[in-house]
T-cell receptor, first 109, second 114 residues
Framework: GQNIDQPTEMTATEGAIVQINCTYQTSGFNGLFWYQQHAGEAPTFLSYNVLDGLEEKGRFSSFLSRSKGYSYLLLKELQMKDSASYLCAAMDSNYQLIWGAGTKLIIKP | NAGVTQTPKFRVLKTGQSMTLLCAQDMNHEYMYWYRQDPGMGLRLIHYSVGEGTTAKGEVPDGYNVSRLKKQNFLLGLESAAPSQTSVYFC?????????????FGEGSRLTVL
């Protein structure tokens, strides 16, 4: 079956670094996506990885290891506005997205 | 710069009532989707469309119907609402191929079925 696993909740301190992990099992693979969703709002696209390695976008970076079925989202210099849920999604061979349940990130001052 | 617009934003229904959620996008995207989001669960695909006049079932299609008569609009219908359909519904659109992973979402429609 197809499955995405990510932690339910994480807590970090303002100014620190946090890594949110995601493991996936899909029928075929066409990429790994991360979305950010603030409470009561719609998800917004953050990043896309299809090749192994690290993609950096400002304070946010995303890593992919296809052989391990593993990705992480790295957030640096945490700000209070980063408090949100982070959704991991893998695209299967039919270009369908398989979604994880999301990781709620709580930032403390 | 409207992007994806959903109406209504909130609705309360009684069991057995029917309703339609409307989604409109102004980005000329071919693909459109209806998802539901429930606490502790990932986004679940209800139905999707890869072009005007076409629709397909997603992961949880039972109890819902859809229509895509115009490219910019995607309607989600509940014929006989049930309490299990209490959820937040998101419409999204995308380009085809691998770009289908970059979804543009509407603000969501919060539906309560009593």
């Amino acid at each position: 079956g197809q499955n995405i696993d990510q932690p339910t909740e994480m807590t970090a301190t303002e100014g620190a670094i946090v890594q949110i992990n995601c493991t996936y099992q899909t029928s075929g693979f066409n990429g790994l996506f991360w979305y950010q969703q603030h409470a009561g709002e719609a998800p917004t696209f953050l990043s896309y990885n299809v090749l192994d390695g690290l993609e950096e976008k400002g304070r946010f970076s995303s890593f992919l290891s296809r052989s391990k079925g593993y990705s992480y989202l790295l957030l640096k210099e945490l700000q209070m506005k980063d408090s949100a849920s982070y959704l991991c999604a893998a695209m299967d061979s039919n270009y369908q997205l398989i979604w994880g349940a999301g990781t709620k990130l709580i930032i403390k001052p | 710069n409207a992007g994806v617009t959903q109406t209504p934003k909130f609705r309360v229904l009684k069991t057995g009532q029917s309703m339609t959620l409307l989604c409109a996008q102004d980005m000329n995207h071919e693909y459109m989707y209806w998802y539901r989001q429930d606490p502790g669960m990932g986004l679940r695909l209800i139905h999707y469309s890869v072009g005007e006049g076409t629709t397909a079932k997603g992961e949880v299609p039972d109890g819902y119907n859809v229509s895509r008569l115009k490219k910019q609009n995607f309607l989600l219908g509940l014929e006989s609402a049930a309490p299990s359909q209490t959820s937040v519904y998101f419409c999204a659109s995308s380009l085809p191929g691998v770009d289908t992973g970059e979804l543009f979402f509407g603000e969501g429609s919060r539906l309560t079925v009593l």
